[in-house]
C-alpha cells in the first residue's frame, strides 16, 4: 500500500477515469481536476473510493488556474497532466485546441514551481504529432486512434469522440460503403497503465514515449464485428473480408522505448473492440 498522493488533471476526460482507476486499485490517493462541481460530484459516485476526491478548475487557460487547488494539497508528489482539448475536427484548430493546450500547460508548470515544489514527477499526455512535422512522420494525415471501453457509461449515455467512431459503424446498413476510417491504435486502457509506469519506473524519467499497437482499418474493424457479433451481420455491410487497406501490424512508428520499458503487455484491437461493441450494445 503506498501513501502517494497524485494530483491528475482533466479528470472526467476518457484516459483520465481509467488512470484513476488504476490509480486507486493500486493504493494512491488521487486528487482530480474537473471544469465543475457537477462533474466532480459525478466522479464521486463513480469511484465510490475514500482515496479519492476533486477540485474545480473551470478554465485551464487563465493563468493562475492550478494555483489554489495545489496550494491546498501540499502532499501532492506527483502530477498527471491529461486535460485538454480533445476534437477529431474544429472550427479553429489554433483558437480551440493549440491555445488551450499551451496555455493550460504552461499554468501548470507555473504554478507547480511556485507553490508545489515537492512534486517531483510530471507526465504530460500529449499527441504523436508532437513528435515531428508530418513530412517526418511520413503521412499528413496520420493519427494514433485510443479505443476501447469508456470506464464509465454516464446517464445521458452520452459517448466520447473514440466511441461514437465505432457507434457509427455500428449504425451502418448493408448497403453502406466500408468506413474510411484507418490509422493506428492502442487501447484506452494501456494508456492508462502507461501514465503510472511512467512515474513509477525510473528509466521512464526524462523521456517521451509513443503508444502504438497496431495498424487498423474500417474493414478489420467490420471483420470482428461479423466474427464476435453473428446477431449484426443482416444488419452491417461485409465489404470485402479480409482485404484490407492497411498493412495490419505495428508498422514503422518507433514505439521500441516503450514496449521495452514499460511492462505491458498490450491489448490486442480485436479485445479492443469487442469490448467497445459490448458496452454500446449494452446501452
Known amino acids: 500500500m503506498t501513501t502517494t498522493s497524485v494530483f491528475i488533471s482533466g479528470g472526467s476526460g476518457f484516459i483520465a477515469q481509467h488512470i484513476i482507476s488504476q490509480l486507486l486499485s493500486k493504493g494512491y490517493k488521487v486528487i482530480g481536476s474537473v471544469r465543475s462541481v457537477d462533474k466532480g460530484e459525478n466522479l464521486l459516485n463513480i469511484f465510490n473510493n475514500n482515496n479519492f476526491s476533486y477540485e474545480v478548475v473551470p478554465i485551464l487557460e487563465i493563468e493562475g488556474s492550478f494555483d489554489e487547488s495545489l496550494k491546498k494539497h501540499p502532499e501532492v508528489t506527483v502530477f498527471l497532466h491529461t486535460a485538454s482539448p480533445v476534437a477529431y475536427y474544429a472550427e479553429d484548430n489554433e483558437r480551440d485546441i493549440l491555445i488551450p493546450a499551451i496555455e493550460g500547460t504552461k499554468n501548470v508548470l507555473k504554478s507547480i514551481k511556485e507553490f508545489a515544489p515537492?512534486?517531483?514527477?510530471?507526465v504530460y499526455t500529449s499527441s504523436v504529432v508532437a513528435c515531428g512535422t508530418a513530412e517526418e512522420l511520413g503521412n499528413p494525415n496520420f493519427k494514433v486512434y485510443v479505443f476501447g471501453p469508456q470506464y464509465y457509461m454516464p446517464s445521458n449515455k452520452k459517448l466520447n469522440l473514440s466511441a461514437t467512431l465505432i457507434s457509427d459503424v455500428l449504425n451502418l446498413t448493408l448497403e453502406s460503403p466500408v468506413p474510411?476510417?484507418?490509422?493506428?491504435f492502442i487501447d484506452v486502457r494501456d494508456v492508462a497503465r502507461a501514465h503510472i509506469e511512467a512515474f513509477e519506473t525510473e528509466e521512464a524519467q526524462g523521456r517521451r514515449f509513443v503508444l502504438s499497437n497496431t495498424h487498423f482499418d474500417g474493414q478489420l474493424v467490420l471483420d470482428i464485428?461479423?466474427?464476435?457479433?453473428?446477431?449484426?451481420?443482416?444488419k452491417l455491410p461485409k465489404g470485402h473480408p479480409g482485404d484490407y487497406s492497411v498493412t495490419v501490424g505495428r508498422g514503422s512508428i518507433n514505439d521500441s522505448n516503450a514496449r521495452s520499458i514499460f511492462n505491458i503487455e498490450y491489448i490486442n484491437f480485436e479485445r479492443t473492440i469487442i469490448d467497445s461493441v459490448k458496452q454500446i450494445i449494452d446501452i
Do not use: D, M, V
Open 180 to 184: 474510411s476510417i484507418k490509422g493506428r
Open 118 to 122: 515537492q512534486i517531483t514527477k510530471l
Open 225 to 234: 464485428i461479423h466474427k464476435n457479433f453473428p446477431e449484426l451481420n443482416n
